[in-house]
């Protein structure tokens, strides 16, 4: 039987990006397939009472510099040198992730994420900008006017509200979480035990 990764995913966190490349050749090698779930982290956060990194540890000597450190050592080991941070961040993501909704209600989701990924951390935009937004589809090849009229569509509004919901009754606070049946793991660096986990 394949075994399936829930992946709780928004494009707002840089993790999120970091780990959808170092999930790659996890599905290579344990033959898994990523359930991608699109949510909203502001509305997580919110929901939960969580905070980003930068905020939650603001005043904590050398807890962010260290989260840096940290970052940086996981795009060594994967190779991930395409990674640029977004010089906007944060972005706030809900045009796009409602745009991953409709891909996923149109059976192209995955590609969508791995073409937007691009603009929002290889090659950095404003991707809360809607003009910006719509030039990104146009230059990935991205239907831009069907798109950004889905992005206003009450159901891909609502799908997205029941996901994130749903994400937090699950126990999901922040993003990257994946699930493995019903382990949750949460954060890139245990992105390992996920490995772990679909080989037993």
């Known amino acids: 039987m394949t075994k399936t990764v829930d992946f709780y995913f928004d494009f707002a966190s840089p993790n999120a990006y970091l780990s959808n490349k170092a999930l790659a050749p996890i599905k290579e090698r344990t033959g898994a397939t990523v359930n991608y779930i699109p949510v909203l982290l502001g509305g997580i956060f919110k929901a939960t009472g969580n905070k980003p990194p930068m905020e939650q540890f603001f005043g904590v000597k050398g807890k962010n510099e260290y989260q840096?450190?940290?970052?940086?050592?996981?795009?060594?080991?994967?190779?991930?040198?395409?990674?640029?941070?977004?010089?906007?961040?944060?972005?706030?993501?809900?045009?796009?992730?409602?745009?991953?909704?409709?891909?996923?209600?149109?059976?192209y989701l995955e590609d969508y994420i791995?073409?937007?990924?691009?603009?929002?951390w290889e090659e950095p935009k404003k991707m809360?900008?809607?003009e910006v937004i719509k030039a990104a589809f146009e230059e990935s090849g991205l239907d831009s006017n069907k798109l950004?009229?889905?992005?206003?569509?009450?159901e891909i509004k609502?799908?997205?509200?029941?996901?994130?919901?749903a994400a937090v009754e699950r126990g999901v606070f922040g993003i990257p979480t994946f699930f493995v049946g019903d382990e949750m793991y949460f954060g890139k660096d245990t992105l390992w035990q996920v490995e772990e986990k679909l080989s037993e």
């Open 114 to 120: 791995d073409k937007i990924l691009v603009h929002m």
């Open 128 to 130: 809360d900008d809607l």
């Open 68 to 107: 840096s450190l940290e970052m940086e050592r996981f795009i060594q080991r994967h190779g991930l040198n395409a990674f640029q941070m977004n010089p906007h961040f944060p972005v706030m993501s809900l045009q796009i992730i409602r745009g991953a909704v409709a891909a996923d209600s149109d059976g």
């Open 158 to 165: 609502a799908q997205l509200i029941a996901n994130t919901e």
């Open 148 to 154: 950004l009229e889905q992005m206003q569509d009450p």
